[in-house]
């Protein structure tokens, strides 16, 4: 699933104007020059070389990120179909049990965060089948290929500066695996939300969204507060903490299922 509206996202590394930028490309061969020339770019930008070296010495050209980035065809469905295809009355089923079961994590988080189970959980269940299946896609390779696409390449690229600051504080592993986009952990975050968002949950003094049910739901709880919702107040279209469920992604259809999954949860 990608996330988050592509208009917000914050560049914290990438110069537009920079001579020293890589050209993006539309197919495979010119791919292995964008990497080196990245690395470039990179160096001029501050990045240690061991972390640049160590992190783009792995990656390669993925064609299955690009199929998935061309064929998002599941956000064009209606609501019922979307509902149907993404099995939204199981995720409600078995979020239920979900929320049962781990009461005091979801207690504490709404305690620190505000946000309650319910859409937590909606897209735990919506992103990753609450964690059963993360993804199979390199996730450096996924985020590079990206980067080097014209279709998004400055949005992207800035998710691979991020993978690299993750990369250098050991967050990151390089043979990670993920969705196709990049995206990491149980509730599917980019790198530059993990790296805004992330934090630890379960207090083992460490942010792990891949094996911390705790961590992936609390940043993503920490994710929405930072998008502006408000505790106590309703998440339905037309209600203050809509906008935040609109920040983690930007089809309608995903951003409705998530609200209306998360009030059957609640018990709304």
Known sequence: MFMAALLTATFSFVSAGSANAAACGNNASGFPAWVEQFRQEAAANGIKASVVDRALSSVSYSTATI?????????????????????GQTIISRGKAMKKSNAAMFARIE????VPAGPLIAIWGMETGFGSFLGKEHTLSAVATLAYDCRRSDFFKDQLYAALQLVGSGSLRLDARGAAHGEIGQTQFLPRNVVKFGVDGDGDGRVDLVRSRADALASTANFLRGHGWRPGAGYQPG???????QGWNAASVYQQAIAYIGARIDGE
């Open 111 to 114: 305690q620190r965060y505000g």
């Open 239 to 245: 209600q203050p903490n809509f906008v935040a469920l």
């Open 67 to 87: 199929r998935a980035d061309r064929g998002q065809k599941s956000f064009k469905l209606s609501f019922d179909q979307f509902m149907q295809k993404r099995g």
